[in-house]
T-cell receptor, first 117, second 108 residues
């Protein structure tokens, strides 16, 4: 399997639930990202991992907790979310870490459409 | 001024026509630039990088104007399948900024 794979594709969770989103890339890339896409808003960068190390946390609430066990896998653990957290969560990877003024683009997964009820 | 700004559209263009849209950015030190395409309810996909000298890929031409701080995307001989949202992306150091996108509808 190639590219960036995200699971699940759709997730409905209650505000008291705990769930995890999974992302896997088979491209040999060195950087992985979590983005949030809400309706009528630009993509918002949440977290950046370069060579498995978290290098950016864009003021994301602690109810979102990322984990990067190795360079191919990225998780986003969710707990006690709010209805306004409902959005499309996209994972992406890039050849070079973002801090190097990369001339490479990003490869996105298909996303997890999350609904918090 | 917003960091990356795009006209949200929609641009309604007849099939076969040429369409162009711009994206302005606020930080003159921005280093790399990209155009992404996003279909409805799908993930963004890289369309093309934008180089200082300009670049062309088939019917698509991207240009960078550093003096005026904008990038442009030109689509010639537009096809129905070109209907999508086109996202401008600007990279500065470790910051990656997406525009809100420009919606393009190609009309039969």
């Amino acid at each position: 399997e190639t590219g960036v794979t995200q699971t699940p594709r759709h997730l409905v969770m209650g505000m008291t639930n705990k769930k995890s989103l999974k992302c896997e890339q088979h491209l040999g890339h060195n950087a992985m990202y979590w983005y949030k896409q809400s309706a009528k808003k630009p993509l918002e960068l949440m977290f950046v991992y370069n060579f498995k190390e978290q290098t950016e946390n864009n003021s994301v609430p602690s109810r979102f907790s990322p984990e990067c066990p190795n360079s191919s896998h990225l998780f986003l653990h969710l707990h006690t979310l709010q209805p306004e957290d409902s959005a499309l969560y996209l994972c992406a990877s890039s050849q070079e870490p973002a801090g190097m003024g990369s001339s490479y683009g990003y490869t996105f997964g298909s996303g997890t459409r999350l609904t918090v009820v | 001024r917003k960091e990356v700004e795009q006209d949200p559209g929609p641009f309604n263009v007849p099939e076969g026509a040429t369409v162009a849209f711009n994206c302005t950015y606020s930080n003159s030190a921005s280093q790399s630039f990209f155009w992404y395409r996003q279909d409805c309810r799908k993930e963004p996909k890289l369309l093309m990088s934008v180089y200082s000298s300009g670049n062309e890929d088939g019917r698509f031409t991207a240009q960078l104007n550093r003096a005026s701080q904008y990038i442009s995307l030109l689509i010639r001989d537009s096809k129905l399948s070109d209907s999508a949202t086109y996202l401008c992306v600007v990279n500065l150091d470790d910051k990656i900024i997406f525009g809100k996108g420009t919606r393009l509808h190609i009309l039969p």
